[in-house]
């Protein structure tokens, strides 16, 4: 023991010693505020940090571009945790107290909302913190970062999964920024779906007989519906049916998102191609298929009555969580070692100015309670369990729970600042959440108390081979791994990642660098008010 306490003392030293450092990585990281599946600039600041620091790296692991797998040690045990690092459409925020998207780009460009530019920093340090502590003491094991792109659709995960790059952990150790300091316990989150389905008029010129018109190529002859209608049909029809495709139980979600078929220009031609992108959640496999099967019935509906086919684009496929209470009550020990975060005078004033800004009384502390509590695992579930069915097991989605189904995992949940709401059932904006995920005052505190609390882990796991055991034992018990009954990936081995789809994305053009919408003269270049 006396061992593992200096190992942990130098985990813990590391990550001290490196704040400054992973305080700019993660800025940087913010700064870029990349999209899903499209996140470059971040994937390669990751890849290069890591190979600096003596990690063997497979970038584009898995066929996504923005992906990698970077490992360090040798032998056993395999521990695991995973970087984030996309930003969201829409949420585009300078780091001010007041509405400011980025100058030079359309104001709905992306931003980092949770945000992942912290998640991934704070694993990344983990895992530099266990690299430091393991090599100076000569412990036998290997560290795996994996880098997830596309987190926001759940994407890489289940791809990572499908093609064996998850086969042979030991176990995983992850977490998310959250408005407390917990770790999940019973209740996991559940499953998330997405596919695109597409609509092509192959022959729009057979929709009619042309010798019924008396003169050859009139433009009053009947336009095939084509692709634009048998979207719209689809959209309406889904709307329709959303009723009848589950009982109104388990907190399961629908939403829906139209790519650009970029026929603007096209005149009066039969619209040719379209596309819309279904997500959705629940909290088994079961209600996932059972959604499934009304939209690919929707669409082949839709299909035959605009003289268009219809075919769908697999994005994600993920499973849901298991728990692990081994891996629960280690980390929930560490996370008390480590303690809460606490925000100095530069976070409070941003928030302060926040609430002024908003027409609100500024408060002398402006973050809710819990953001410097811990909250025990047992009182989390409580909470979670109180808006639930008893048969209701997931909330949510979240891709972590692929590595569930591989290796013994645990999820951590620390803090980002949340401002306290001047009354009950204030909702403040979210560019008021984007701007204090951008300023190191605010996040460095969650974000370290994360770092040290999995790197304490991760040195726990590689030194206490009983404590593992007990973590493999109980995933064994809860998995079936092994056996018929285990729940394997949902796509295929040889599952093409849907890298290549109209996915938002920063673009060069004559007219300098913009967002994916050109960067408008006025406003949203939305026009005159109706």
Known sequence: MAGNDSMRAAALDW?????????????????????????????????????????????????????????????KPVLAGFSEYDAVPGNSQQVVPRPAPREGLHPYAAGHTDPHSM?????????????????????????????????????????????????????AVVWHPWPLNTVTSDTQFGAYWSAVITFEA???????????????GAHAAARCPGAL??????????KYTKEAMFPH???????????GDGGATSDNLTPRFAQIQYSWRASSLGIQEQIWRVLAQNARHVASVTGCRAFV?????????????VMT?????????????????????????????????????????????????????????????????????????????????????????????????????????????GLPAAVDPGMFVAAKTMALTFVDLATQ?????????????????????????????DFDPPVDLRWPEYVATPRGEEWCFPTPTHGTGAGEAL
């Open 15 to 75: 990550i001290t010693a490196n704040e400054a450092r992973m305080s700019a990585f993660c800025a940087g990281i913010w700064a870029h505020a990349e999209p899903a599946w499209r996140e470059y600039k971040s994937a390669r600041d990751y890849v290069d940090l890591l190979r600096a620091e003596g990690f063997t790296v497979e970038a584009g692991s898995g066929g996504m571009p923005t992906a990698f797998v970077a490992t360090w040690g040798e032998g």
């Open 119 to 171: 998640l991934g920093t704070a694993s990344l340090a983990a895992m530099l913190g266990a690299k430091a502590a393991m090599q100076a003491h000569g412990v036998t094991g290997q560290l795996k970062l994996f880098g997830e792109p596309a987190e926001k659709v759940c994407g890489s995960k289940p791809i990572h999964a499908a093609k064996g790059y998850y086969d042979g952990l030991d176990a």
């Open 202 to 216: 192959e022959n729009p010129e057979g929709w009619i007989d042309p010798s019924l018109m008396p003169i050859e």
């Open 229 to 238: 209608d048998a979207m719209m049909l689809m959209y309406t029809t889904t």
């Open 249 to 259: 139980a388990g907190s399961w979600t629908l939403n829906e998102f139209v790519l």
């Open 313 to 325: 684009r697999w994005v994600t496929r993920t499973r849901v969580g298991v728990p692990n209470t």
């Open 329 to 437: 009550d280690l980390t929930w020990k560490n996370l008390q070692a480590v303690g809460a975060p606490r925000y100095g005078e530069a976070a409070l004033a941003f928030g302060r100015a926040i609430q002024r800004n908003l027409g609100l009384e500024a408060m002398e502390d402006p973050f809710i309670a819990s953001v410097t509590q811990l909250t025990p695992p047992e009182v989390n579930e409580a909470r979670l369990r109180a808006s639930l069915p008893a048969w209701q097991k997931h909330l949510s989605a979240d891709d972590y729970v692929e590595f569930c189904w591989h290796a013994p995992t645990v999820r951590l949940l620390a803090a980002r600042p949340r401002l306290r709401p001047p009354s009950p059932g204030y909702a403040y904006p979210n560019w008021a959440y984007n701007a204090l995920g």
């Open 465 to 493: 081979p009983d404590v593992l055991a007990a973590a493999q034992a109980e995933f064994r018990a809860r998995t079936k791994f092994g056996t018929p009954d285990w729940v394997g990936p949902l796509l295929p081995p």
